[in-house]
C-alpha cells in the first residue's frame, strides 16, 4: 500500500520560512511526477509545485513562483518544498501527492496518491 506523509508544517510569522517534507512508501519513487497542493477553509485546493519524474523539471504556481521551491530526493524517497517569504495567505492545509509518469503536474484529478495534509499557518 502507498503512503505518502508529510511532516514539518507549523505556526510561522510573516516573511518566515517552513520546509516541509514528504516521505513516500511506494516502490518506482523515480517514476512519479511529484506534487504539492494545498487548501485554505472555505477555497478549492490549488496547485502550488511540483517536480517531473521524467527530467526533474519544476513547476509553480505564479502565487508562489520565487519563494517557494520543491525538490526531491530520489534516494530517500522524499520530496521537499522549501518556503519562504511566508504570507498570511499561504496559510492552508498542504498536501503530498504522486503521479506515476504523470505529466499534468497542476491538474490535481491525475494524481494517484495523497497524503494527509500538514497545516501551515502564518500569522501577520
Known amino acids: 500500500q502507498v503512503q505518502l506523509v508529510e511532516s514539518g508544517g507549523g505556526l510561522v510569522q510573516a516573511g518566515g520560512s517552513l520546509r516541509l517534507s514528504c516521505a513516500a512508501s511506494v516502490l518506482l519513487f523515480d517514476r512519479y511526477t511529484m506534487g504539492w497542493f494545498r487548501q485554505a477553509p472555505g477555497k478549492e485546493r490549488e496547485f502550488v509545485a511540483a517536480?517531473?519524474?521524467?527530467?526533474?523539471?519544476?513547476y509553480y504556481a505564479d502565487s508562489v513562483k520565487g519563494r517557494f521551491t520543491v525538490s526531491r530526493d530520489n534516494a530517500k524517497r522524499t520530496v521537499y518544498l522549501f518556503m519562504s517569504s511566508l504570507q498570511p495567505e499561504d496559510t492552508a492545509v498542504y498536501y503530498c501527492?504522486?503521479?506515476?509518469?504523470?505529466?499534468?503536474?497542476?491538474?490535481?484529478?491525475?494524481?494517484?496518491?495523497w497524503g494527509q495534509g500538514t497545516q501551515v499557518t502564518v500569522s501577520s
Open positions: 517536480v517531473s519524474w521524467k527530467d526533474d523539471r519544476r
Open positions: 501527492a504522486a503521479d506515476f509518469r504523470g505529466s499534468e503536474y497542476a491538474l490535481g484529478d491525475s494524481y494517484d496518491y
